[in-house]
Nanobody, 115 residues
Framework: QVQLVESGGGLVQPGGSLRLSCAAS????????MGWYRQAPGKERELVAR???????SYADSVKGRFTISGDNAKNTVYLQMNSLKPEDTAVYYC?????????WGQGTQVTVSS
């Protein structure tokens, strides 16, 4: 089993920044990728950013140039630096860990962008 603990969400004004963290523990082997997804009220969950164990990254078009995903292998943690936040970024953000044969999700952290 794998446990994912997310942190760093909160309320921020438009144009502000937040950094989300996702710490993995437990059976941390055969990992192929980690990523951040988000789900706004009434909408489907969508990919925000993803990083593979090889270091390749991918982003949703809506966050390119504003968000950066990174990982710290020593701490088994993945980060999402979010800059120039917009009200439409408001959502619950979920961390996802992908292993060769299964996936795990974190509990989610709320990000609210509002003045």
């Amino acid at each position: 089993q794998v446990q994912l603990v997310e942190s760093g969400g909160g309320l921020v004004q438009p144009g502000g920044s937040l950094r989300l963290s996702c710490a993995a523990s437990g059976s941390i082997f055969s990992i192929t990728a980690m990523g951040w997804y988000r789900q706004a009220p009434g909408k489907e969950r969508e990919l925000v950013a993803r990083i593979t164990t090889g270091g390749s990254t991918s982003y949703a078009d809506s966050v390119k140039g504003r968000f950066t995903i990174s990982g710290d292998n020593a701490k088994n943690t993945v980060y999402l630096q979010m800059n120039s936040l917009k009200p439409e970024d408001t959502a619950v953000y979920y961390c996802k860990l992908t292993r060769t044969y299964d996936t795990y999700w974190g509990q989610g952290t709320q990000v609210t962008v509002s003045s």
